[in-house]
């Protein structure tokens, strides 16, 4: 069977350039990895008071991440930073201390920007939470930029040089989940 692969969008517009990234990367992805989307929206913020207790959805985002083989964070850069709604969601699956949903997951980051440096600033703060959180993270990087022009009106990726990049990714993400997985 494929490994599952948990997505995180940190974006939460529908017409989010991220989102269209995870889902070319999930189109792209071999038969042997299958990705999926675990959405983020609906949780509510963070609260220690609950977390011994959560509020069904993120009692189901936890089991969501728990449940999957490895994760893949497709994040867009906000202040130099994640988006809230990530961090938070991150927080979320990271608690009671202890019970991380997270650790030991094998993991990879992508980030994407408009920009010319394609998120480089929330890619490596997303980084410094996963080497805390014990996720065994892809040493490949992906900062994806100018990610406005890369997909036509259908959210098709538009040129073979970012398939090929991503492409690429997905070829070393997939024996790193297999050599990450807890033993
Ligand atoms: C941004 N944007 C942005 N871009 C960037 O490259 N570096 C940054 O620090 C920021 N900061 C920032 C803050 C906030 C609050 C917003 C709303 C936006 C622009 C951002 O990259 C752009 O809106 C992307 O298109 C957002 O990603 P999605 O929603 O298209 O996936």
Known sequence: PPRNVAVIVGSLRKASLNRKLALAIAALAPPTLKLSIVEIGDLPLFNEEWEANPPKPAADFKAAIQ???AVLFVTPEYNRSV???????????SRPYGKSAWSGKPGAVISASPGAIGGYGANH???QSCVFLNIPLLPHEAYIGQAH????????????GTKDFLNQFLARFGPWIESNLPK
């Open 125 to 127: 703060h997303l980084r």
């Open 83 to 93: 988006p809230g709604a990530l961090k938070n969601a991150i927080d979320v699956a």
């Open 67 to 69: 449940a999957a083989d």
């Open 149 to 160: 022009t890369l997909f036509d009106d259908a959210g098709n990726l538009k040129n073979d």
